[in-house]
């Protein structure tokens, strides 16, 4: 598929300003000059991290696109940096993840470092010297957080960390790592057993397994971490000692889910495009299969989904970034979004027949990298449960209500009279 840079549809309209407008043309234009050109070699090396992608995207800022200006960053909001995950995602799921998992972590201390970290660390993220992970996920207990069994003790006036992380994106480019660890004794409540720390990638004691690739998002590293009685000083912790569930819950519903949403929804762009433009090419009956009304309609149904994924991610992010309370939202925007662009994706397979199976044909990859997100930030199970929550007026912590202070980047166009 072409990375022809698009204009915004007009449905996006209202949840953009002139600055958007311009970030989104910065980011088809980008990615149609450093994305598109690496993307069939990204494919072709599974076994290769992907650096380079990585180190255009920190030139022009956007893993701190969340970052206030006071520390370096572009301080553009939520929306801002739905566009570019999104734009990126639409030409290449693996250069999108490298993005959005950064920016995770970067919510965290956002919302819970003290100024003096946010000084310490943000900087050096919005110029591009230092990238971030964002370590919960383990071996045994997978994504439940209550199960997390790394353990950080308090040694004089240090913390010393044991235990190993999976499935930790860009583990192979991060400079530091934020791992939830366990610090109260058995029998404490989860919301008050766990703490957040950040631990430099150079720390004796830490190491990175070998790269080993997925069955997607080529070039993307989403790595092991094992941490071997790693010593970090006590500013390294993020929050307060106990705090450590609520800056991973509520970096993974403010940052994970919509971000993960954005992924869902380039990748259901390009499966659209891809199957529009078969199917026009594709002679049958003295005119094309895109002529035969049973093809239509299928079509119709992807693009209906994706009319609709792209409503919810767009429209959840600009709640955000209002600092109105919007967790379900958020929820619901990852939730759908991936089922959907996975349902357009199926039929797109079958509208191509046998040549959805050639290796070297875009389809093929995108099949494989929507399977990625599905799990992380919470299964689709898990997004019901929350939904369900909602539904019986039992919804959890409203994170984006509670950090509204830190989550309203909302900004007047300044082009407007």
């Known amino acids: 598929m072409p990375a022809t840079p698009t204009t915004p549809p007009p449905a996006l309209r209202p949840y953009f300003n002139a600055r958007h407008e311009l970030l989104w043309d910065e980011a088809d234009a980008f990615a149609a000059e450093h994305i598109a050109p690496r993307a069939a070699r990204m494919e072709a090396a599974p076994g290769r991290v992907e650096r380079k992608v990585a180190d255009l995207m920190a030139a022009r800022r956007w893993f701190a696109v969340t970052v206030p200006s006071s520390f370096g960053g572009l301080d553009a909001g939520h929306v801002a940096k739905t566009i570019l995950v999104h734009r990126i995602a639409r030409v290449s799921a693996a250069a999108a993840a490298i993005l959005q998992a950064t920016l995770i972590p970067v919510g965290a201390l956002l919302h819970f470092a003290t100024y003096e970290q946010k000084g310490r660390w943000l900087p050096r993220v919005a110029d591009g010297s230092l990238l971030l992970s964002i370590a919960v996920t383990e071996p045994r207990a997978g994504g439940h957080i209550?199960?997390?069994?790394?353990?950080?003790?308090?040694?004089?006036?240090?913390?010393?960390?044991?235990?190993?992380?999976?499935?930790?994106?860009?583990?192979?480019?991060?400079?530091?790592?934020?791992?939830?660890?366990?610090t109260a004794k058995a029998g404490v409540s989860t919301s008050q057993a766990l703490t957040a720390f950040?631990?430099?990638?150079?720390?004796?004691?830490?190491?990175?397994?070998?790269?080993?690739?997925?069955?997607?998002?080529?070039?993307?590293?989403?790595?092991?971490?094992?941490?071997?009685?790693?010593?970090?000083?006590?500013?390294?912790?993020?929050?307060?000692?106990?705090?450590?569930?609520?800056?991973?819950?509520?970096?993974?519903?403010?940052?994970?889910?919509?971000?993960?949403?954005?992924?869902?929804?380039?990748?259901?762009?390009?499966?659209?495009?891809?199957?529009?433009?078969?199917?026009?090419?594709?002679?049958?009956?003295?005119?094309?299969?895109?002529?035969?009304?049973?093809?239509?309609?299928?079509?119709?149904?992807?693009?209906?989904?994706?009319?609709?994924?792209?409503?919810?991610?767009?429209?959840?992010?600009?709640?955000?970034?209002?600092?109105?309370?919007?967790?379900?939202?958020?929820?619901?925007?990852?939730?759908?979004?991936?089922?959907?662009?996975?349902?357009?994706?199926?039929?797109?397979?079958?509208?191509?027949?046998?040549?959805?199976?050639?290796?070297?044909?875009?389809?093929?990859?995108?099949?494989?990298?929507?399977?990625?997100?599905?799990?992380?930030?919470?299964?689709?199970?898990?997004?019901?449960i929350r939904l369900a929550d909602a539904a019986f007026d039992e919804a959890h912590i409203q994170w984006s209500e509670r950090l509204a202070a830190e989550a309203a980047w909302a900004r007047p166009d300044p082009t407007a009279a």
């Not at 010393?160 to 480019?173: E, Y």
């Not at 009956?285 to 919810?312: K, N, W």
Request: aromatic share 6%; hydrophobic share 40%; net charge neutral.
């Open 146 to 182: 209550g199960g997390i069994e790394t353990i950080a003790e308090h040694v004089g006036n240090q913390w010393v960390i044991t235990g190993s992380k999976i499935h930790i994106g860009n583990s192979h480019l991060a400079g530091a790592h934020l791992v939830v660890a366990r």
């Open 198 to 384: 950040m631990v430099e990638s150079k720390r004796r004691g830490l190491s990175v397994a070998d790269h080993r690739p997925g069955l997607g998002l080529h070039g993307f590293s989403a790595g092991r971490l094992d941490l071997d009685h790693v010593h970090v000083p006590e500013e390294n912790v993020v929050g307060e000692i106990g705090q450590g569930l609520g800056v991973a819950q509520s970096s993974s519903i403010l940052y994970g889910r919509p971000n993960l949403a954005a992924v869902s929804l380039g990748i259901h762009e390009a499966v659209v495009a891809a199957s529009t433009a078969y199917l026009k090419a594709r002679s049958r009956y003295r005119g094309a299969l895109s002529d035969l009304p049973v093809l239509r309609d299928r079509i119709g149904d992807m693009e209906a989904r994706l009319r609709a994924g792209r409503i919810l991610a767009y429209q959840s992010v600009h709640l955000l970034d209002q600092g109105l309370p919007c967790d379900t939202d958020l929820i619901n925007a990852k939730y759908l979004g991936h089922q959907w662009a996975m349902q357009s994706t199926q039929d797109a397979m079958e509208l191509h027949g046998a040549h959805a199976l050639n290796g070297d044909y875009i389809l093929q990859r995108l099949w494989r990298d929507i399977q990625f997100t599905y799990p992380p930030a919470g299964t689709g199970e898990v997004q019901r």
